[in-house]
Each structure stands twice: as C-alpha cells, then as structure tokens.
C-alpha cells in the first residue's frame, strides 16, 4: 500500500515537472518516470528502455496482450521494453475487483497508470496500441497498430533499424 501512494506521488511529480504540457513525440525527450505494475511492483521507465507499448483503450490492450501472450516476460526482455496501459476510465471498483486480478495472471509486468496523470502526455489512438521506440528516452519514432501483425512488423522494422 506505501509503495502504490509513494509511486503515485512520484508520477505527479515527475507530470507536473513536465512543463510544456506537449505531447512525446519523434525527436522529443520522453521524461523519466515509475509506475507500479499490477502486483504494486514499482518500474521505471528509464535510459535503458528501447520501447514503450502503450494502450488506452481495451482494444489496444488487446493487441498487446495477444502479441504477448506467448512469451511475454522474455519479449519485454529481449526488446527492452515496458508495457504501459492506462486505466484510469475504467470504475475504480472494477480495476480493483477484476481487472487487476486477472491482470496479477499475466507472466509479465504491466505498469498501470491508475490516474492518467502519467500517461497524459503519450500518443494514442482509439482501438490502437502506441508503440515508442527511444533511444536513451528521445523519441525515434512512434507507431500505432492495430494488430498483432502490425505491432510485430513495426517491432522488427524498429530491430532492423538499430542494427
């Protein structure tokens, strides 16, 4: 319970240092910031990030959880990336009862912005998952897919890049 109020304190804080207010985008600098992931484990995104996978919505999630489903802690390892889902429209007593149990189900983590203070300023759009490939937390590019073909097309042209 501490460590959930001590990570939303931090995301506020690390959201009101941002500013500007703009939306990440390529060539911006994705500001540092943790959340906790669905068993309260505190995560942060950070230089060693390469890929951010974002949802908003429940049909973007499930485009991440279907591409995750096989293998989902060793993909986010390879790829070092972080799954990040917005879930602050959902009813507090329905992200607190089901979603996140079934969430705790998953093999891999799921940062959870409960608030949407933390996730505010990343692209979305509707029914589509975002992905953000950094390099050192600057944007280099951002995606958004619509399914799991094209989450692993984007993914594979983003590894293609970097070589």
Do not use: C, N, W
């Given at each position: ?18 500013a ?5 985008a ?28 974002f ?11 279907e ?46 912005d ?25 944007v ?18 983003g ?5």
């Amino acid at each position: 319970m501490y460590a959930a109020r001590l990570a939303r304190l931090l995301v506020v804080l690390l959201v009101a240092a941002r500013a500007s207010g703009e939306p990440v985008a390529v060539g911006s600098t994705l500001p540092p910031r943790s959340l906790p992931d669905q068993h309260g484990i505190v995560h942060a995104i950070d230089e060693s990030v390469r890929l951010v996978l974002f949802s908003r919505d429940m049909k973007g999630g499930g485009v991440v959880k279907e591409a995750l489903r096989a293998d989902g802690r060793g993909f986010l390892e390879r790829h070092h990336a972080l799954y990040v889902s917005d879930v602050s429209r959902m009813p507090g007593i329905i992200r607190a009862t089901i979603a996140k149990p079934r969430l705790r189900g998953r093999g891999y983590p799921i940062l959870l912005d409960e608030e949407g203070t933390a996730t505010a300023d990343l692209p979305a759009a509707d029914g589509k998952a975002t992905l953000l490939f950094l390099d050192e937390l600057q944007v280099k590019r951002v995606e958004q897919v619509g399914s799991v073909e094209e989450l692993r097309g984007a993914i594979e042209q983003g590894a293609e890049s970097e070589q």
